[in-house]
């Protein structure tokens, strides 16, 4: 899957990821604050990923954690600051929900703390039952 818009393009193609590049846009995000390489590597190995480039650079991530046949949990969405505005994020959730390994998934589930406004365009809503959903959570593991 290739998509271009306006000078940039969005794929799938893991071979073309910048583990320097994405570990860069990684290490300070809020729900991944030091997240070593390795760790990232190991994560996009076992992930569905999408990539965003500017002139081979890339400048945005994001990945799908999937049976691929009943749930999928999408993670680390994340564009360079510097290309934030351009509606990437945008074009990056059409991208995810159109990919043929996402289709007729019963739930697709994520995690933000600021950015209901993007995820609710594409259908996304806080979810009705959070009594019935439990987590382990630690979120300072990379700063130990």
């Known amino acids: 899957m290739k998509i271009k818009?306006?000078?940039?393009?969005?794929?799938?193609?893991?071979?073309?990821?910048?583990?320097?590049?994405?570990?860069?846009?990684?290490?300070?995000?809020?729900?991944?604050?030091?997240?070593?390489?390795?760790t990232v590597a190991v994560a996009i190995e076992s992930s569905l990923c999408f990539g965003v480039y500017k002139s081979n650079t890339q400048v945005g991530f994001a990945r799908v954690i999937t049976d691929g046949a009943t749930f999928a949990w999408l993670c680390d969405v994340i564009i360079d600051e510097k290309h934030r505005g351009q509606n990437l994020s945008k074009e990056l959730m059409k991208a995810i929900l159109k990919h043929p390994?996402?289709?007729?998934?019963?739930?697709?589930?994520?995690?933000?703390?600021?950015?209901?406004?993007?995820?609710?365009?594409?259908?996304?809503?806080?979810?009705?039952?959070?009594?019935?959903?439990?987590?382990?959570?630690?979120?300072?593991?990379?700063?130990?």
């Open 5 to 38: 818009i306006d000078g940039y393009e969005i794929n799938d193609d893991k071979s073309q990821l910048q583990l320097s590049a994405v570990h860069a846009l990684l290490k300070d995000a809020y729900w991944c604050k030091g997240i070593p390489e390795k």
């Open 101 to 144: 390994s996402l289709q007729g998934l019963r739930r697709i589930c994520l995690a933000t703390k600021d950015a209901h406004k993007l995820y609710e365009q594409f259908g996304f809503k806080v979810t009705e039952s959070p009594q019935n959903w439990m987590e382990i959570k630690n979120n300072s593991i990379y700063l130990q």
